[in-house]
C-alpha cells in the first residue's frame, strides 16, 4: 500500500482533517501531481484559512506552474492568516518566499 493509500484510507474516517488532507497533497507534489495537490490545497484554506503552511506549499506550486500572479495573492493572504494567528514563523516563511518572487 502507498503512502497515499494510506493517507486517503484514514481520510475516509475524518475527510475534513486539513492534516491528512495537507500530508495528501504533499505526496500528490512528489508524484508531480499537481492538479490534485491544488484542488487539496485550495479545499484546505476554503475550509480553514488558518492551516497557514498549506499557503506557502500551494504558494510554491503556483510558481512551479508559471503562476506568479497567484502565488503572490496566496502568499499575501498566508501573511495576513498567520499575523490572525500570530504565527511568526510561518509568516516570515511566507514573506522570505514572496520577497525572492518579487525580486
Known sequence: MTRIDKIKELLIANSTDSF??????????KE???KSAKTLFESILENE???VGSYY???KLLERNNEKFQAIIIYKKGMQEANVIKDNHS???LKGALEDLED
Not at 491528512?20 to 507534489?29: D, G, P, S, V
Open 32 to 34: 508531480n501531481n499537481d
Open 20 to 29: 491528512l488532507q495537507h500530508a495528501l497533497a504533499l505526496e500528490y507534489i
Open 91 to 93: 509568516y516570515n516563511e
Open 57 to 59: 506549499h500551494l504558494g
Open 49 to 51: 484559512p488558518s492551516y
